[in-house]
């Protein structure tokens, strides 16, 4: 295909460029509706389907650590998502990154060349302290990506929100985002710090991040 081709081809996506924006100005992004509520539906379900199954493991921060500190840090159970072999309903979840990172790659060229996506489920009592997303030796994750699972009617009260530590003109602030089902928040994991407030209710999510190199 000629360029000339190459440039009508391409459509503007206002909600990607909302997410392009903020994150350039923001280092972070906050999206309603990402997902309807029907994909939110169908993701949750596939998310409960597996945990019925068993094949949740609780979740690690490094080699030679042992249980009870892990438990000081995180407590959510994941499950590492396997695109090569997703059935129809994790299709639905991959083909929406998929026109995200293409989209990303051709109007920001990020070079994003792969990503991994996992299950989250926070028992009640459990949280995830303050931490920086690129911990494990792994500069290569370049932005977070979490999007909730939670039923309709989740309140502010059942806990588990997200907090990002923002700094704001050399002066840190919290931003807090609650995790309402079909919301996806978008950052900055090599710069900014978040941490999972203690939950409530079990709280479910798919996380994961788009990488470089
Ligand atoms: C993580 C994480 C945030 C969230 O899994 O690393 O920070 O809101 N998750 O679930
Ligand atoms: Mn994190």
């Known amino acids: 295909m000629n360029q000339l081709f ?18 350039s100005t923001q280092q972070f992004s906050i999206v309603e509706n990402f997902f309807t509520q029907y994909e939110v539906e169908i993701l949750r379900q596939s998310l409960l389907r597996k945990h019925e199954e068993d094949t949740f493991k609780k ?6 650590v042992n249980e009870n500190i892990i438990k000081s840090i995180r407590g959510d159970m994941i499950l590492w998502m396997n695109e090569g072999q997703a059935d129809a309903h994790e299709k639905l979840f991959f083909d929406k990154i998929n026109d995200l990172v293409d989209y990303l790659n051709r109007t920001c060229f990020m070079g994003i060349l792969q990503k991994e996506f996992h299950y989250a489920i926070y028992p009640e ?3 995830y302290k303050r ?9 290569r994750r370049k932005l977070s990506f ?13 806990g588990g929100e997200l907090v990002l530590y923002l700094n704001e003109n050399g002066q840190e602030t919290e931003k807090v985002i609650y995790p309402f089902p079909g919301r996806v928040v978008i950052f900055e994991s090599q710069i900014l710090e978040h941490e999972v407030k203690p939950v409530n ?3 479910l999510s798919i996380t994961g991040w788009l990488k470089t190199r």
């Open 125 to 127: 009592g459990t949280f």
């Open 146 to 158: 979490v999007c909730y699972l939670n039923e309709d009617g989740w309140l502010p009260e059942n």
């Open 131 to 139: 931490h920086l997303d690129t911990f494990q030796n792994d500069d």
């Open 201 to 203: 209710t079990e709280r």
């Open 6 to 23: 190459e440039a009508i081809d391409f459509v503007e996506n206002p909600v990607y460029e909302g997410i392009i924006s903020d994150i």
């Open 59 to 64: 979740a690690a921060i490094g080699n030679r």
